[in-house]
């Protein structure tokens, strides 16, 4: 997968070619991969350390 947008997402091959479906063909199950994989990725910080 490379891309998701409105209602179509848009794959991306080994071979360079790119296709665009749109979500209704999917399954349910790759609709809600889709939708986890598009989830924002925040980040684990350490906690801050106690300057004295």
């Given amino acids: 997968m ?4 409105g ?4 794959i991306l091959r ?3 070619q790119s296709y665009r479906l749109p979500m209704i063909r999917i ?4 609709r809600q991969y889709v939708a986890k994989a598009l989830q924002p990725i925040h980040p684990q910080l350490p ?3 106690k300057f004295i």
């Fill in 2 to 5: 490379l891309d998701a947008f």
């Fill in 7 to 10: 209602g179509d997402l848009l």
């Fill in 14 to 16: 080994g071979n360079g």
């Fill in 27 to 30: 399954s349910q199950a790759d």
């Fill in 47 to 49: 906690p801050l350390l």
